[in-house]
Structure formats: C-alpha cells, structure tokens
C-alpha cells in the first residue's frame, strides 16, 4: 500500500469530500487522523475505515472555528506525543453560510467563514509545521474553488477565503520549498456531486456530475510518493490523470 506508515490528519473528515479522502488515503495504508466538531459525523467515517479492513483512524473532535491559540497547540504536542511525526495535512473542512450579497452579508457569517476556511489552515500549519519537519517527507493539501481564479458575485466570504487560501498556499510552499522536504499544492476538485455543490447549485441535477470518490486517485497522488517535487501547484482535479 502506497501509504503505509504515513499518518495524515484530514479536517472536515465528516463531510463530503473530508471522508471521501479518508476513506481512499485509509485504504492505500495511511493512519488517518479524523478531525471535525461533529462527533456523529466522525464515527460515521470511523466506522467505514474499519469496515473496510483499512487502518484503524484515531477521531479528535475540534471546532476549527471556536478553538483557541492554546487548543491548536495541544493538538499539535498530542499528535507529537502520540506518532512522533506527520506525513500529511489535508485542509477540507468549509464553511458556506449562503450566497448573499457583500450589503447584507452578516458580519458574524463572515468572520465564521474567514475562520474555518481560512484562519484555521493558518494556525494548523503554523503549529503542526514542526512535527511534519521530522519527517523525510511530507504533504500539505489545501481545497480550494474555481472561483478562487473567476470570483462570482454573491460568494461572498466563502469566495473570499478561496482567493485568499490559494495565496496561503502559494507563499508556504515558497518557504518551504528550499528544505525540500515538505509539499505545498492546492486541489481544486471541480463541479462534483458533493453535499457542498448541492447547497451551492441546489436546481443542478447533481446526479450527472462525478461521484466523490472519482477523487481517490487525486488524493493518493498528492500524498504519496508520486508527488515527491511536487510544490506550489495548483491541481484541477477534472484534469487529473494518475
């Protein structure tokens, strides 16, 4: 299995896409680290890891949004303490409230949305950057939107995050890149039938559109071996051939 003895942390493992990529990365060997504020959610995906044979995940509910400076940083020591090392960050937890226009948008909305999708991928790998150092070789993946190159009225501070979270991406992975040890790249996986393109395009008849699994591939490529070098990029996932 291509990820054996890799120890990847997922946020929004109990979402769509979050525990479509758990389940993949579990079944190519990696020791999935679940992380979401739903504890049903996260059961739900413990459950379908073990029920597959794959690894058994360990599930640490956290409210990206609530936390504070301290509680990110006694995640990073109990992930230091307990695996010595980490292979992997997967950012997918999102925040959407509603497309509304910016005259409306409530302020409580915003700063919620800029701290899920936004803020809380700053301070994970801010304080979890030491412990993915201590291994030979390690990848960050942030999820992003098309709409992060074509901004869209009424996207508001979801679209917002987006634009801002691919420059994140593009800045670290330029630190980072000299060490040659840790990744940077950004997935952009496209129109797919995921519960956060049916909030966002509720009329669309999602069944046409790919399943969320058809992004295991995409998934095991950014965190294996395959990607060694791989930095800075930005990866339309509809374009992806493994």
């Keep these: 299995m291509s990820l054996k003895n890799h120890v990847i942390l997922i946020t929004g493992a109990g979402g769509g896409l979050g525990g479509t990529a758990a389940l993949a990365l579990a079944k ?15 059961e739900k995906i413990y459950d379908a890891i073990v029920g597959a044979g794959a690894p058994e995940p360990a599930i640490y509910p956290f409210d990206l949004a609530g936390a504070t400076e301290v509680q990110y940083e006694e995640l990073a020591v109990t992930l230091n303490e307990t695996y010595g090392s980490l292979q992997g960050i997967l950012h997918s ?12 948008h409530e302020t ?30 390690a990848a960050i993946v942030f999820t992003s939107d098309s709409m992060a190159r074509t901004p869209r009225a009424y996207s508001g501070a979801y679209g917002v995050s987006k634009i801002a979270l691919e420059g994140f991406s593009k800045i670290l992975s330029e630190e980072l890149e000299a060490a040659n040890k840790i990744r940077v790249n950004t997935l952009v996986p ?13 009329a669309e008849n999602n069944g046409l559109l790919p399943a969320m699994d058809s992004l295991n591939d995409v998934y095991t490529y950014l965190f294996s071996s395959e990607s060694l070098g791989v930095t800075g990029q930005t990866i339309d996932a509809q374009a992806f051939k493994s």
Aim: charged share 20%.
């Design 28 to 42: 190519q060997g990696a020791k999935i680290v679940l992380l979401d504020k739903s504890i049903p959610k996260l």
């Design 108 to 137: 409580k909305d915003w700063g919620h949305t800029l701290n899920v999708n936004l803020n809380a991928a700053f301070l994970l790998c801010r304080v979890l950057l030491p412990v993915l150092q201590k291994s030979e070789h």
């Design 93 to 104: 937890a999102v925040e959407l409230t509603a497309y509304t226009p910016i005259e409306i």
């Design 190 to 202: 496209g129109p797919i039938d995921s519960p956060l393109h049916k909030k966002i395009f509720p």
